[in-house]
């Protein structure tokens, strides 16, 4: 047998190879540092290990916690998570999430940028968009739906272009478009909704005897909606919070559009990247006029998406139910979504704009790296050496008084308690477990003192946490700063001293 022609066909091509070290660039901040700044991100790492280690005995989770994957549509980020994690850990299955997120996006882009008939090239200007305010919060599954968002409309326009070929041929495609757009509504209602649009902005409208055949595919998806509304609480207080959002005074939103993009680091690199980003676009589009291009007619209708982003972000407000930050998540999806609306010339000109746009993505992913890695040698502390003195499977309070940094905006540390459990099970506070959407809840009876959630900004105000409701209950109070914890004698006493992290055990 000749081996020739066989391995012809696994060919990989040189435009694959370059996108997927792109993709590898995009992805470094996620695994060049042990603790990457992001303020939730040891939420999400906490509630990994909570459902992948729900049964070990070793955590104790099952008599504090019930699984609520079947009531969020948030369970598709911890499903894929949780396959990871059988086979990298929890820990680094959490950094490959990210990196599907910081990698995936590029690559899916340069899919959507190819069926809507643009230049392939122009998928290096999502590269300086992807640390962005909201990745810096930590919103995971929201910027885990992105990519998946942009594969979904790839889908669409295929999908649409095949619209006379027989069933038979287009089964495959229906299939893997049903189960992206399934997918999608279980990575984020948002990111679901946005491909709503987009979907319906390029459906061929003028053609109704396709109808049915065209809209099949998210017929399953829809479906998964209409469930979720009627059969979660979290879907019911969300559907009836769309009647009640209102909106932020525009001057504010106007003033607040590089606090929710750009603006992600205390120095002012980052809005200088920023700025060499505008520039590139700008010498793209100068250099762009005139271009012939043959566009598929949905990049035309596609057009509504960062329209309608626009206009979202300034007539939406902060709240959806239950959910924080709203209208703030509406910037990056207008500014990815712009991508494929930037001319891009062949020959020489496409060269200089394709060179601006490398330097651009690998100065302002560059710029990142040295972020994360400051933050990591001259801020977290010994927060390993805390840990390890903790026994596991206990309770764990962690009083956060210093919870900002000198490098990055947000407050990175405000949720470092959940390292701990992360590493060693039992219970943290605080935690996001007493949430209507999240995947892992607490049992009733059996939330921490006082006994329910606790009260409104709890987290951010450790010097109002009263000992009696750290004593007994608590087997350690982890604190970082010097916020002025003095736990009264027959108590707590110090166990661990270390760099910026003090660790206080129960008497």
């Given at each position: 047998m000749k081996l020739g022609p066989v391995l012809g066909k696994f060919r990989i091509s040189f435009g694959t190879v370059f996108y997927l070290l792109v993709a590898i660039l995009a992805s470094a901040p996620a695994w060049i540092v042990r603790y990457p700044p992001l303020e939730d991100l040891p939420f999400h790492v906490s509630t990994l290990r909570q459902i992948h280690s729900y049964s070990d005995a070793h955590y104790g989770f099952e008599k504090d916690f019930y699984l609520n994957l079947g009531h969020t549509q948030y369970a598709l980020y911890y499903v894929v998570a949780d396959f990871f994690a059988y086979l990298l850990g929890v820990r680094t299955a959490t950094i490959a999430m990210m990196c599907l997120y910081l990698g995936g996006t590029p690559f899916a882009m340069r899919y959507l940028l190819r069926a809507f008939g643009k230049d392939e090239r122009l998928a290096l200007f999502t590269v300086p968009l992807l640390v962005n305010t909201m990745f810096i919060i930590g919103l995971l599954p929201f910027v885990f739906g992105i990519p998946l968002m942009l594969v979904g409309w790839t889908l669409a326009v295929h999908w649409f272009h095949r619209l006379d070929r027989d069933w038979?041929?287009?089964?495959?495609?229906?299939?893997?478009?049903?189960?992206?757009?399934?997918?999608?509504?279980?990575?984020?209602?948002?990111?679901?909704?946005?491909?709503?649009?987009?979907?319906?902005?390029?459906?061929?409208?003028?053609?109704?005897?396709k109808y049915l055949v065209a809209g099949a595919p998210v017929v399953p998806s829809l479906l998964a909606v209409v469930w979720w509304v009627k059969g979660s609480a979290q879907g019911q207080e969300s559907f009836g919070a769309l009647g009640k959002i209102g909106h932020q005074p525009f001057i504010d939103n106007i003033r607040n559009v590089a606090a929710w993009t750009c603006d992600v680091f205390k120095d002012d690199t980052d809005e200088k990247w920023w700025i060499f980003l505008a520039l590139a676009v700008l010498a793209a589009i100068g250099l762009?006029?005139?271009?012939?291009?043959?566009?598929?007619?949905?990049?035309?209708?596609?057009?509504?998406?960062?329209?309608?982003?626009?206009?979202?972000?300034?007539?939406?407000?902060?709240?959806?139910?239950?959910?924080?930050?709203?209208?703030?998540?509406?910037?990056?999806?207008?500014?990815?979504?712009?991508?494929?609306?930037?001319?891009?010339?062949?020959?020489?000109?496409?060269?200089?704009?394709?060179?601006?746009?490398?330097?651009?993505?690998?100065?302002?992913?560059?710029?990142?790296?040295?972020?994360?890695?400051?933050?990591?040698?001259?801020?977290?502390?010994?927060?390993?050496?805390?840990?390890?003195?903790?026994?596991?499977?206990?309770?764990?309070?962690?009083?956060?008084?210093?919870?900002?940094?000198?490098?990055?905006?947000?407050?990175?540390?405000?949720?470092?308690?959940?390292?701990?459990?992360?590493?060693?099970?039992?219970?943290?506070?605080?935690?996001?477990?007493?949430?209507?959407?999240?995947?892992?809840?607490?049992?009733?009876?059996?939330?921490?003192?006082?006994?329910?959630?606790?009260?409104?900004?709890?987290?951010?105000?450790?010097?109002?946490?009263?000992?009696?409701?750290?004593?007994?209950?608590?087997?350690?109070?982890?604190?970082?700063?010097?916020?002025?914890?003095?736990?009264?004698?027959?108590?707590?006493?110090?166990?661990?001293?270390?760099?910026?992290?003090?660790?206080?055990?129960?008497?």
């Amino acid at each position: 047998m000749k081996l020739g022609p066989v391995l012809g066909k696994f060919r990989i091509s040189f435009g694959t190879v370059f996108y997927l070290l792109v993709a590898i660039l995009a992805s470094a901040p996620a695994w060049i540092v042990r603790y990457p700044p992001l303020e939730d991100l040891p939420f999400h790492v906490s509630t990994l290990r909570q459902i992948h280690s729900y049964s070990d005995a070793h955590y104790g989770f099952e008599k504090d916690f019930y699984l609520n994957l079947g009531h969020t549509q948030y369970a598709l980020y911890y499903v894929v998570a949780d396959f990871f994690a059988y086979l990298l850990g929890v820990r680094t299955a959490t950094i490959a999430m990210m990196c599907l997120y910081l990698g995936g996006t590029p690559f899916a882009m340069r899919y959507l940028l190819r069926a809507f008939g643009k230049d392939e090239r122009l998928a290096l200007f999502t590269v300086p968009l992807l640390v962005n305010t909201m990745f810096i919060i930590g919103l995971l599954p929201f910027v885990f739906g992105i990519p998946l968002m942009l594969v979904g409309w790839t889908l669409a326009v295929h999908w649409f272009h095949r619209l006379d070929r027989d069933w038979k041929q287009n089964r495959v495609l229906a299939i893997a478009f049903a189960v992206v757009a399934v997918a999608l509504f279980y990575a984020h209602v948002f990111t679901y909704g946005l491909f709503g649009v987009g979907f319906a902005a390029m459906f061929p409208w003028k053609k109704p005897q396709k109808y049915l055949v065209a809209g099949a595919p998210v017929v399953p998806s829809l479906l998964a909606v209409v469930w979720w509304v009627k059969g979660s609480a979290q879907g019911q207080e969300s559907f009836g919070a769309l009647g009640k959002i209102g909106h932020q005074p525009f001057i504010d939103n106007i003033r607040n559009v590089a606090a929710w993009t750009c603006d992600v680091f205390k120095d002012d690199t980052d809005e200088k990247w920023w700025i060499f980003l505008a520039l590139a676009v700008l010498a793209a589009i100068g250099l762009g006029q005139g271009a012939k291009e043959k566009v598929a007619p949905e990049l035309r209708a596609f057009f509504v998406v960062p329209l309608l982003c626009v206009v979202l972000y300034f007539m939406t407000g902060d709240m959806l139910g239950d959910v924080w930050l709203l209208s703030q998540r509406f910037p990056v999806p207008a500014l990815i979504t712009a991508v494929p609306f930037i001319p891009m010339r062949r020959g020489g000109s496409g060269a200089l704009v394709t060179v601006l746009a490398i330097v651009v993505a690998v100065g302002s992913t560059v710029n990142t790296c040295k972020h994360f890695i400051q933050f990591q040698l001259e801020e977290v502390g010994d927060i390993d050496g805390a840990l390890e003195k903790m026994e596991p499977n206990k309770h764990v309070a962690a009083l956060i008084y210093d919870r900002g940094s000198n490098v990055v905006n947000m407050s990175p540390f405000l949720h470092f308690g959940s390292y701990y459990q992360a590493d060693k099970g039992g219970v943290i506070q605080f935690s996001n477990s007493g949430a209507l959407y999240w995947p892992v809840r607490f049992r009733e009876g059996h939330y921490p003192p006082p006994g329910k959630r606790p009260r409104l900004r709890w987290e951010w105000t450790p010097e109002q946490v009263p000992i009696q409701e750290l004593y007994p209950y608590y087997d350690y109070v982890l604190v970082r700063g010097n916020g002025g914890f003095r736990a009264p004698p027959g108590t707590f006493h110090v166990t661990f001293r270390g760099d910026r992290w003090t660790l206080w055990q129960r008497d």
